[in-house]
């Protein structure tokens, strides 16, 4: 008889247990990511989040951190901007597109591309920040850049710079990254046995993850309206749609909620999703677009009051205190720790623009 009621109580103790976890549950990758980087005062969320996704994935295939160039990513999309707008036959720029060659606010759609195109350069071969003095600082003269990025592709026209030409202006306003040589471990299934593979080029690490654009979809959000305010235009709807659509096939639009679905359904698989959110706010009295900022979800926890919190990894560096912003739309305050942004549900679905997530995990 004691020995059934034990039984019993360590049943109902599982129970118990099971439920807590269904009620509690909690999915983080966090720890399969670098720690989060700090991108100073330029415009290149997107390249961090990218390269975010990208370790990840490096991490997956090796069990080992490395770091990998956010630098050499922002360089990447600008070379494949001006090449995808170059037309040979006229030996001029498209504008239509794209006004300026400038990586903020340009869709996410062609990071992808740029990716694919360009493949990835450990950051000890070309280092986003380093120290001046006492300070750390992104590695790049940035008054440069955005010398380069402000000038119209119409100017571009106008001065009769070709593909070319602006490749050099891009060159010389980044450098060079070094030559490397990473080693990395994998199982072969022809022999059966470990194999050390040594990787000397972009592509060459590209390929070793395994890492392809046609995998991934650019989702936009469609319930992206608040009544009375314009918190994501129908204007901009249509204008990012234009960026994310121009000479691509990765676009498509969804419901917050399912969206939200997914992404809880690609973190439970072990997948990071790239996340778009945006907001306005108000400078010298007048509402401003912010334009949006890119980061990476990497985990969800349902909590005991039955709200769902999802941990981002962000790129505004660590913070030594906690911070709390309530955005104008939403009822539970965005809070930022250690670098990691918190959003709760309604929050995310009613900031969300849109994310990047493999096609597999779309409904």
Same mark, same amino acid.
């Given at each position: 008889?004691?020995?059934?009621?034990?039984?019993?109580?360590?049943?109902?103790?599982?129970?118990?247990?099971?439920?807590?976890?269904?009620?509690?549950?909690?999915?983080?990758?966090?720890?399969? &990511?670098?720690?989060?980087?700090?991108? %100073?005062?330029?415009?290149?969320?997107?390249?961090?989040?990218?390269? *975010?996704?990208?370790?990840?994935?490096?991490?997956?295939?090796?069990?080992?951190?490395?770091?990998?160039?956010?630098? @050499?990513?922002?360089?990447?999309?600008?070379?494949?901007?001006?090449?995808?707008?170059?037309?040979?036959?006229?030996?001029?720029?498209?504008?239509?597109?794209? =006004?300026?060659?400038?990586?903020?606010?340009? *869709?996410?759609?062609?990071?992808?591309?740029?990716?694919?195109? @360009?493949?990835?350069?450990?950051?000890?071969?070309?280092?986003?920040?380093?120290?001046?003095?006492?300070?750390?600082?992104?590695? &790049?003269?940035?008054?440069?850049?955005?010398?380069?990025?402000?000038? +119209? /592709?119409?100017? %571009?026209?106008?001065?009769?710079?070709?593909?070319?030409?602006?490749?050099?202006?891009?060159?010389?306003?980044?450098?060079?990254?070094?030559?490397?040589?990473?080693?990395?471990?994998?199982?072969?299934?022809?022999?059966?046995?470990?194999?050390?593979?040594?990787?000397?080029?972009?592509?060459?690490?590209?390929? #070793?993850?395994? %890492?392809?654009?046609?995998? /991934?979809?650019?989702?936009?959000?469609?319930?992206?309206?608040?009544?009375?305010?314009?918190? #994501?235009?129908?204007?901009? @709807?249509?204008?990012?749609?234009?960026? =994310?659509?121009?000479?691509?096939?990765?676009?498509?639009?969804?419901?917050?909620?399912?969206?939200?679905?997914?992404?809880?359904?690609?973190?439970?698989?072990?997948?990071?999703?790239?996340?778009?959110?945006?907001?306005?706010?108000?400078?010298?009295?007048? &509402?401003?677009?912010?334009?949006?900022?890119?980061? +990476?979800?990497?985990?969800?926890?349902?909590?005991?009051?039955?709200?769902?919190?999802?941990?981002?990894?962000?790129?505004? *560096?660590?913070?030594?205190?906690?911070?709390?912003?309530?955005?104008?739309? +939403?009822?539970?305050?965005?809070?930022?720790?250690?670098?990691?942004? @918190?959003?709760?549900?309604?929050? &995310?679905?009613?900031?969300?623009?849109?994310?990047?997530?493999?096609?597999?995990?779309?409904?």
């Amino acid at each position: 008889m004691a020995k059934k009621i034990g039984g019993i109580i360590l049943l109902v103790s599982f129970v118990i247990s099971a439920t807590a976890y269904c009620n509690n549950k909690s999915l983080d990758l966090h720890h399969e &990511l670098q720690d989060p980087q700090n991108q %100073f005062n330029t415009p290149f969320c997107q390249s961090f989040a990218m390269i *975010g996704l990208l370790e990840h994935y490096w991490y997956k295939k090796t069990k080992m951190h490395l770091k990998f160039s956010e630098k @050499y990513m922002v360089k990447s999309i600008l070379l494949t901007l001006v090449e995808k707008l170059w037309i040979e036959d006229d030996q001029r720029f498209e504008i239509s597109a794209f =006004e300026e060659l400038h990586v903020g606010n340009l *869709g996410v759609s062609i990071i992808l591309e740029a990716v694919m195109k @360009y493949g990835m350069v450990p950051d000890s071969a070309y280092p986003s920040v380093i120290k001046s003095g006492d300070q750390e600082i992104f590695n &790049l003269d940035i008054d440069k850049y955005f010398e380069l990025a402000e000038t +119209t /592709f119409e100017e %571009f026209n106008e001065s009769g710079k070709t593909l070319s030409d602006v490749q050099a202006m891009i060159h010389e306003v980044f450098d060079t990254p070094q030559s490397f040589s990473v080693s990395a471990d994998y199982f072969s299934y022809v022999d059966f046995s470990n194999h050390i593979v040594r990787l000397i080029s972009p592509i060459d690490i590209l390929n #070793f993850i395994e %890492f392809k654009s046609v995998d /991934f979809q650019v989702v936009f959000n469609k319930d992206g309206f608040l009544p009375g305010r314009e918190i #994501f235009s129908l204007e901009n @709807y249509d204008y990012w749609k234009n960026h =994310e659509t121009y000479r691509g096939g990765n676009f498509a639009e969804s419901h917050a909620e399912e969206m939200i679905l997914n992404i809880e359904k690609a973190i439970d698989f072990g997948i990071p999703v790239i996340f778009w959110n945006k907001w306005q706010k108000f400078v010298n009295g007048r &509402l401003s677009d912010t334009g949006g900022h890119l980061t +990476t979800i990497v985990g969800y926890q349902k909590v005991a009051d039955g709200k769902t919190w999802f941990r981002i990894k962000n790129s505004g *560096g660590v913070n030594a205190e906690r911070i709390e912003r309530l955005v104008d739309g +939403t009822t539970s305050p965005i809070i930022k720790e250690k670098g990691y942004s @918190y959003f709760e549900k309604e929050t &995310l679905k009613t900031l969300l623009v849109g994310i990047i997530i493999p096609v597999v995990f779309l409904n």
